[in-house]
């Protein structure tokens, strides 16, 4: 059974840091593109970062120079550094693994910039 599951989400101040986590279990973790998205209320899932299995990144233009993405494939585990988060970061985080027509999705994990 594949599972991918989030963690390091809460609340932080402007300006502040988090990592998130996401491990995962039940794939070929090395073969697949690893992605966060995320949505805040009301509006559509939009995505942060992936990065292929090759390390090649790609991130949204809202996030670039504050956001790094990396994997650890000993570990089965891709990583979100937020670093100078701003309200407008707010959001539920997702994961996501996808390799050929195969797309996988964590639950989330809420984010929450606020002084």
């Known amino acids: 059974q594949v599972q991918l599951v989030e963690s390091g989400g809460g609340l932080v101040q402007p300006g502040g840091s988090l990592r998130l986590s996401c491990a995962a279990s039940?794939?070929?973790?090395?073969?697949?593109?690893l992605g966060w998205y995320r949505q805040a209320p009301g509006k559509q899932r939009e995505l942060v970062a992936i990065i292929t299995s090759g390390d090649s990144t790609n991130y949204a233009d809202s996030v670039k120079g504050r956001f790094t993405i990396s994997r650890d494939n000993a570990k089965n585990t891709v990583y979100l550094q937020m670093n100078s988060l701003k309200p407008e970061d707010t959001a539920v985080y997702y994961c996501?693994?996808?390799?050929?027509?195969?797309?996988?999705w964590g639950k989330g994990t809420l984010v929450t910039v606020s002084s």
């Open positions: 996501n693994g996808r390799r050929l027509i195969v797309n996988y």
């Open positions: 039940g794939i070929i973790f090395s073969a697949y593109t």
